[in-house]
């Protein structure tokens, strides 16, 4: 198994060979994980809400019904396009290209979700990329993580692993509080919140 992070080339060729290279937009899968993450969230709307890898945007369409502001970004610039127009009748939603751990974004966040994306970091920038959470999560804030769980060869890490690292860091005196988790045929949902 790799073990640095997949370079948003690796992206840029998936989206090239296909816009919808996952079928965001098709995919039973996806439509009952959307389904799923959206009735894991325990507030009904949020005040700021980031979404790490927000591809074409077809979940964002829907997470940003539920926020005040939400800002979507993604590692490859190639989705982009797709996602500003999907968006464009959201005026509190901003979609920006941005690799995460080496950028992360400036303010508060009373929601982050890491959907489909930590498995693509390897442990160090993971465990980096967890701490810039912790560290622009507000008080109270939610964390919801939602990653496929079979086994990627191309992947420097599982959804399981992903997840494990978050959970290693929740509980009594630690900075996250594990709310609910579900695990499902092929991904798993875990929900925490910063206390």
Same mark, same amino acid.
């Given at each position: 198994?790799?073990?640095?992070?997949?370079?948003?080339?690796?992206?840029?060729?998936?989206?090239?060979?296909?816009?919808?290279?996952?079928?965001?937009?098709?995919?039973?899968?996806?439509?009952?994980?959307?389904?799923?993450?959206?009735?894991?969230?325990?507030?009904?709307?949020?005040a700021?809400?980031?979404?790490?890898?927000?591809?074409?945007g077809?979940?964002?369409?829907?997470l940003?019904?539920?926020?005040?502001? !939400?800002?979507? =970004?993604?590692?490859?610039?190639?989705?982009? +396009?797709?996602? %500003?127009? *999907?968006?464009?009748?959201?005026? $509190?939603?901003?979609?920006?290209?941005l690799?995460?751990?080496?950028?992360f974004?400036?303010?508060?966040?009373?929601?982050?979700? !890491?959907?489909? =994306?930590?498995y693509?970091?390897?442990?160090? +920038?993971?465990? %980096?990329? *967890?701490?810039?959470?912790?560290? $622009?999560?507000?008080?109270?804030?939610?964390?919801?993580?939602?990653?496929?769980?079979?086994?990627?060869?191309?992947?420097p890490?599982?959804?399981?692993?992903v997840?494990?690292?978050?959970?290693a860091?929740?509980?009594?005196?630690k900075?996250l509080?594990?709310?609910?988790?579900?695990?499902?045929?092929?991904?798993?949902?875990?929900?925490?919140?910063?206390?």
């Amino acid at each position: 198994m790799p073990k640095s992070s997949l370079p948003s080339t690796y992206f840029d060729d998936v989206y090239r060979a296909n816009d919808d290279p996952w079928a965001f937009e098709t995919s039973p899968y996806e439509l009952d994980k959307y389904a799923t993450t959206l009735a894991a969230l325990p507030q009904e709307q949020y005040a700021n809400a980031f979404e790490i890898g927000c591809s074409i945007g077809v979940l964002s369409e829907l997470l940003a019904q539920r926020c005040n502001r !939400l800002l979507a =970004v993604d590692a490859s610039e190639l989705p982009l +396009d797709a996602a %500003r127009n *999907r968006l464009a009748p959201y005026e $509190h939603v901003t979609v920006r290209q941005l690799s995460i751990p080496a950028e992360f974004p400036d303010g508060q966040f009373d929601l982050i979700l !890491l959907s489909e =994306v930590g498995y693509y970091l390897g442990l160090d +920038d993971l465990k %980096r990329a *967890r701490q810039q959470m912790l560290d $622009h999560l507000t008080e109270n804030g939610h964390l919801l993580l939602v990653h496929w769980t079979p086994f990627v060869p191309d992947y420097p890490l599982t959804g399981d692993r992903v997840h494990e690292e978050f959970l290693a860091i929740a509980g009594e005196g630690k900075p996250l509080r594990h709310l609910s988790g579900q695990r499902l045929e092929k991904y798993r949902l875990d929900l925490f919140q910063k206390q």
